[in-house]
């Protein structure tokens, strides 16, 4: 398996699970009955639960695009240390990603998604170059 791959699979492995912390917060806030169902009244969740769902969300928005990019490399058969830096830089900074927009700290948040919106311009001039 190649690194880009790799980088790939965790990903969607980060994005698979980035979605619990929000709702064990539900369920300790709301209780498992109305967690699991459609409670007439919704109490809000704390800050950082939010946050976290937000960081979710913003995950959904940038894996496909990391994903068909890492997907045209395999097919096409590029793969050098570029594009390995690259699929890597993207997994890490959206762990801090999740972290830190978790946390509230929104000046590394921020970075954190520069770095990963970064690594998908490598990959892409990778393919189009």
């Not at 880009?4 to 498992?32: D, H, K, M, T």
């Not at 894996?63 to 058969?77: D, K, Q, S, Y």
Request: aromatic letters at 12%.
């Amino acid at each position: 398996m190649s690194s880009e791959i790799l980088y790939l699979v965790l990903s969607a492995g980060l994005c698979g699970i980035l979605w619990l912390p929000y709702l064990v917060e539900r369920i300790f806030n709301q209780g498992l009955i109305d967690t699991a169902g459609y409670p007439e009244k919704i109490a809000e969740p704390a800050k950082w639960a939010q946050r976290s769902k937000l960081a979710h969300s913003n995950m959904l928005e940038n894996l496909p695009i990391f994903a068909i990019l890492i997907i045209c490399l395999n097919i096409l058969e590029v793969s050098n240390a570029n594009t390995a830096l690259a699929a890597s830089m993207f997994f890490y900074s959206r762990v801090v990603h999740a972290l830190v927009y978790t946390l509230g700290i929104p000046w590394v948040r921020t970075l954190a998604f520069v770095v990963s919106w970064i690594a998908n311009i490598i990959l892409f001039l990778n393919i189009v170059l």
